[in-house]
């Protein structure tokens, strides 16, 4: 008897010890869930300030692009896999994808180079703002410090070259014009942004200078970012430009097809110059053997 009563006393301790681990084993598996559900909801929020906020809102209304509120209780999540990956190809083989060139022509979604864990992230994100009604707010489209006078002077040294960018960049009238800067503008691979303020709203503008989604941009500054001081004063010169130019025509997002006039002058007076200084050298490119020849003949 006095056997079992040590028996019981013994299971008794050991149940007495179980249930506090087994307690706390169900409270740092439910940490850790929330954890990983925490960190996922973080990563889709950086990815979607860099990768879509640029041209998309998440219950914001339409932007370049539309708004994402709700679209993965319209479409499946194979659909928008599709679409991110090459938005072109599937406009030619499906009707809704070809309304929605049609809507928001002629800005031209680029092909987007996301992981299947980046694109998870990313729907993970609409779906759970769209299910709590929420609009996705970004957490770093914001200025390092105030605006000074200063700085509209400093941004548009840095926009036409005069200053160089920090990490080495080219400069962006490489690429860019704005209405009234330089003797011959600017360059036309892309769109003029005399009215990128007009055309972005302040947090947009500053998320596309922080991490510029378009391809060509993505490509020259994926390793030669902006910094903090560089954004500030570029933001501010192109504020400027909306302020001095409130009627600017917004340009769409795909690259500009004209050409400054002031690119076609210089390059017709260099042809020009080249062809009279071509000229003169062919006039006189047998004179000292004709002087010859005359003087041979006068003997």
């Known amino acids: 008897m006095k056997i079992i009563d040590e028996q019981n006393d013994r299971n008794s301790s050991n ?3 179980r ?3 087994l307690g706390v084993l169900c409270l740092a598996i439910v940490i850790l869930c929330f954890s990983s559900a925490a960190m996922g909801q973080a990563d889709g929020q950086k990815l979607f300030e860099s990768r879509c906020y640029s041209c998309h809102n998440i219950g914001g209304g339409d932007k370049q ?10 479409r499946t999540t194979e659909w928008i896999a599709e679409f991110t990956r090459s938005p072109a190809a599937m406009r030619s083989k499906d009707p809704v994808a070809a309304e929605l060139f049609k809507k928001f022509a002629p800005t031209i ?14 729907i993970d994100l609409i779906k759970n703002l769209s299910a709590k009604n929420e609009m996705f707010v970004p957490a770093g489209a914001k200025l390092a410090r105030a605006i000074v006078p200063g ?16 990490a080495g960049a080219a400069s962006c009238n490489s690429c860019h014009g704005v209405s009234g800067t330089g003797v011959l503008g600017g360059g036309t691979l892309g769109p003029d942004l005399t009215a990128a303020n007009i055309k972005y709203r302040d947090p947009e503008l500053i998320s596309i200078l922080q991490n510029p989604n378009f391809p060509t941009m993505n490509t020259i500054f994926t390793n030669h970012k902006l910094t903090d001081e ?7 010169f192109l504020q400027n430009a909306k302020l001095t130019h409130p009627n600017a025509a917004v340009v769409p997002t795909q690259a500009a097809a004209t050409t400054q006039p002031g690119f076609l002058i210089l390059g017709f007076g260099t042809a020009t110059l080249a062809l009279i200084v071509m000229n003169l050298f062919w006039r006189r490119r047998s004179h000292g053997v004709r002087r010859d020849m005359v003087r041979r003949a006068k003997i």
Do not use: N, Y
């Open 15 to 17: 149940e007495f010890v």
């Open 65 to 74: 692009g539309p708004d994402l509120k709700g679209v993965t209780d319209r």
């Open 151 to 166: 700085d509209i002077e400093a941004g548009e040294k840095l926009f036409t070259g005069q200053t160089k960018l920090a």
């Open 109 to 122: 979604m680029p092909d987007q180079s996301l992981t299947p864990d980046e694109l998870t992230a990313i």
């Open 230 to 236: 560089e954004v500030v004063q570029l933001f501010a």
């Open 19 to 21: 249930q506090p681990v």
